[in-house]
């Protein structure tokens, strides 16, 4: 690279713009200067979306947008705009809908090519910088985008207008009306109860997510009919995930989804919507079975949000934490080799905890073998037997074992925090804490439930406009609130007021308010993405395919390694 001054971003209110302050490409943020200066100079838009904590995004960052060569074309053939897609939701769900029916794929960094007024025409998620892997470079996309916009422009703008339409029509919910069928429970509960993986917990196969949103399902309906496998399903998924690699042993708190179908390797991200969910879940299954595991995880999640998650002082819940400190490592942060274990601990512990977490020579990670991810191989008890140990003590061995390791891991180059505070995932950790606050009592369930209120009382007073309803961030240049944002700041404030019945946690009510939807409206030059979007990508239209080719025809691209 040459040196170069800052870019644009260098303002910005997104630590992931941020981040790509110091690359040579002219980047703009999401807004009418953008689309007013391609269609000047009648360009079209390259737009990257990508989020701090996504790995690939990094990995296009350093190999690409780094880069003085592919900089200099993407500066003379378009105009660039990045987007962070937890800032802007709204944009994100469009243009995935509309990469997915391009390309049948869709994830992150999302990479789209648009007319001047924001119609797609062409795109998809990560280029290797020249041709690998069975995916075309990056290099010949861009030169072969730019060709055809200068050469082929009716053929694709008549594909951007035939996709626009078609994701348009997909979005338009007027005048839809049904009666609600119950049967769409049950659908849903066979579907789930068909998914389930006894063997290992959870739904479906690897890469395996939480779906904490069918867990509660599940431990809904048992509640209801009392029908064993359903807590069973719940109880052996909650399980068999604390017990695993996705689970942080030692600081607490849920990385984002694990690679393998059991739970052992995960990618290394920590989002706060899915703790505030899984947290819930974990709550919910200690109130139907008593198993302390479940309190114990749970506890564990509170733990480690209070200590990294949160601002403490003033109230609010971070975005996210990253999995790697650079790109050059993967999860080492939180992974161990048997030597590193041997380091921190006495013999005898180690002899313990290199049972207790299988940490052998060699471990689970590719990119280094001798690193182990920590999870619970073995049980106290068996451990107490294979060692002729009383139970107590080996459990208290692992207890102090796990403190030391804690505190020998600290000092280590630690992953990236994401200290924005989103609306919405700000209100799904309130009601999780209220949840706490309610199940688990004494000294720890009162810290919870001091702080949501603490932190919704900061919501009311820093994002919440009458005439607005919430805004999407708390704190740094307003934003405006999403229907996430709306929804679930309203089940935050029910959470907080009908247990205690404390008239200053609603507003007053001085008329009935009704969101605008503020946020899916989008600067005008974008006419594509004035439509609100859809509540998720839509990716089975076929009327929506896009002539453009990079010539030669590239095979079907595989999805990267993370979406």
């Avoid at 694709?156 to 339409?165: C, I, K, T």
């Avoid at 429970?185 to 006894?198: G, M, N, P, Y």
């Avoid at 949501?452 to 307003?478: N, Q, Y």
């Avoid at 019945?501 to 008329?511: E, S, V």
Wanted: glycine share 6%.
């Amino acid at each position: 690279m040459t040196d170069h001054r800052e870019n644009r971003l260098k303002d910005s209110a997104s630590p992931y713009l941020r981040s790509a302050a110091h690359q040579p490409i002219d980047w703009h943020e999401w807004g009418d200067a953008a689309f007013a200066r391609a269609q000047s100079e009648d360009k079209p838009i390259l737009l990257d979306i990508g989020a701090v904590w996504c790995h690939w995004c990094h990995v296009i960052d350093r190999e690409s947008y780094e880069n003085a060569e592919i900089a200099k074309i993407i500066n003379e053939h378009f105009v660039a705009v990045k987007v962070d897609r937890d800032e802007r939701p709204d944009v994100d769900s469009r243009y995935q809908s509309a990469v997915s029916a391009i390309s049948g794929q869709g994830g992150w960094p999302l990479t789209g090519f648009l007319l001047s007024d924001g119609k797609p025409f062409f795109g998809g998620t990560y280029f290797p910088p020249e041709d690998q892997m069975g995916r075309p470079g990056f290099r010949r996309v861009l030169l072969a985008v730019a060709d055809s916009y200068r050469n082929k422009r009716a053929e694709l703008e008549r594909a951007a207008n035939s996709l626009a339409d078609a994701v348009s029509q997909a979005e338009v919910f007027t005048g839809a009306r049904a009666d609600f069928d119950l049967g769409v429970v049950e659908a849903q509960i066979k579907s789930i109860t068909q998914l389930f993986d006894i063997k290992n917990g959870g739904f479906g196969r690897a890469p395996k997510f939480p779906h904490s949103s069918a867990i509660d399902l599940i431990l809904e309906r048992h509640q209801q009919t009392k029908e064993k496998h359903l807590l069973a399903m719940a109880e052996t998924s909650l399980e068999k995930m604390a017990r695993g690699g996705v689970y942080d042993q030692l600081a607490g708190g849920f990385h984002r989804y694990s690679v393998d179908e059991r739970w052992l390797v995960p990618h290394f991200e920590k989002m706060s919507y899915d703790n505030s969910e899984l947290l819930k879940n974990f709550l919910h299954g200690w109130q139907l079975t008593q198993n302390p595991f479940l309190r114990e995880t749970a506890e564990g999640i509170i733990g480690w949000v209070d200590e990294v998650l949160s601002d403490q002082d003033n109230g609010g819940f971070y975005a996210s934490q990253d999995a790697d400190y650079s790109l050059d490592d993967d999860g080492d942060h939180f992974t161990w080799t048997l030597d590193e274990v041997r380091a921190v601990l006495t013999p005898e512990e180690a002899r313990v905890i290199e049972l207790y977490y299988d940490v052998e020579p060699r471990g689970e990670m590719h990119h280094n073998p001798a690193k182990n991810v920590l999870w619970i191989a073995s049980d106290a008890a068996d451990i107490a037997k294979r060692l002729g140990l009383d139970e107590t003590v080996v459990r208290l061995t692992i207890a102090k074992a796990k403190g030391k390791m804690l505190a020998a891991r600290i000092p280590r180059p630690t992953p990236f925090i994401d200290k924005t505070m989103y609306v919405s995932w700000n209100a799904m950790f309130v009601s999780a804490y209220l949840d706490a606050a309610r199940v688990l009592g004494g000294s720890h369930g009162t810290g919870c439930g001091v702080f949501a209120l603490k932190t919704l009382d900061r919501m009311l007073k820093e994002v919440w406009i009458e005439s607005r309803g919430f805004g999407h961030r708390v704190g740094g240049p307003a934003l405006e609130g999403s229907l996430d944002d709306q929804v679930f700041s309203v089940l935050a404030l029910l959470d907080a007021y009908e247990p205690r019945l404390i008239p200053a946690i609603l507003p007053p009510p001085k008329k009935r308010w009704t969101s605008p939807s503020p946020a899916t409206v989008t600067p005008k030059a974008a006419a594509f993405s004035i439509v609100p979007p859809a509540p998720r990508p839509w990716a089975a239209s076929t009327s929506a395919a896009s002539p453009f080719r990079i010539p030669p025809r590239p095979a079907r691209i595989p999805s990267p390694p993370s979406p």
